[in-house]
């Protein structure tokens, strides 16, 4: 199974206030934040939080991502770096060293690949990135406590418990396994009940030995099917995001 997640970053002033977030969905995200941070560092933050927080598990890693520096210094740049004592080609230290060996040290043994979005451009696990990660660096700016998200969320993963974390120089967090009372809805995704529409599509997952059955009107299943379509994936697969 691929897991496919967005990096954003943010910073008020660049540098100023600072928040980074990693989002799946809407019940499986983690945000935090500096007081004082460049936008870049924001985007490193949110890449290095989401292979730390997938550590555990055995799934390919697809990462969304808006920054071409991200991108560049992980996919094309590092080894170089690394060749030259973290060094670039003009002999001048790399910025944002320490965050950069920290990605590089969890990116052993993992199987991974970035793909470009481009930013404010609707798409949907980029803009809630984005939103979490400015949310975040308004509070640092307001000196108000964070939204720091649930962390990662799978049925069957061993989790932690969900907090709220403070304003203070940097803040992350994990959660446990989301209740059905505690999960949000997704009426742009689907509902559950019977639907008067006879033509309505009937979706079908099968998770441990259980059968989940979905009633989509034709209107829901094409809008679950463009989203699918914008990311890439099978309509299953966009579903089991949700898992």
Not at 72 to 99: I, Y
Not at 105 to 116: D, I, K, P, S, T
Request: aromatic share 8%; net charge neutral; with cysteine.
């Amino acid at each position: 199974m691929t897991i496919i997640a967005a990096a954003d970053g943010s910073a008020l002033g660049n540098p100023g206030p600072a928040g980074w977030a990693w989002y799946v969905n809407d019940f499986c995200w983690a945000a935090g934040g500096w007081e004082h941070a460049t936008n870049n560092q924001g985007e490193l933050k949110a890449v290095l939080e989401l292979f730390r927080a997938t550590a555990h598990l055995d799934d390919d890693l697809l990462v969304l991502c808006d920054s071409q520096y991200v991108i560049n210094s992980v996919t094309k740049w590092m080894r170089g770096w690394k060749a030259k004592g973290w060094r670039k080609a003009d002999g001048k230290p790399v910025l944002n060293l320490e965050l950069l060996q920290e990605i590089d040290a969890e990116l052993v043994g993992r199987r991974y690949r970035f793909e470009w979005v481009k930013g404010h451009a609707n798409h949907p696990l980029n803009e809630a990135a984005d939103s979490r990660a400015r949310a975040v660096s308004e509070a640092f700016q307001r000196g108000k406590p964070i939204q720091a998200g649930p962390g990662w969320v799978r049925t069957g993963d061993d989790t932690a418990a969900p907090r709220t974390a403070p304003t203070r120089r940097a803040a992350t967090a994990t959660a446990p396994v989301a209740t059905a009372s505690s999960r949000p809805n997704h009426p742009e995704l689907f509902s559950f009940g019977t639907k008067a529409d006879p033509g309505a599509d009937t979706v079908r997952t099968d998770a441990a030995g259980h059968t989940i059955s979905l009633a989509l009107s034709q209107d829901e299943h094409a809008r679950l099917s463009d989203r699918a379509g914008r990311l890439g994936i099978t309509a299953e697969e966009l579903l089991r995001t949700l898992i």
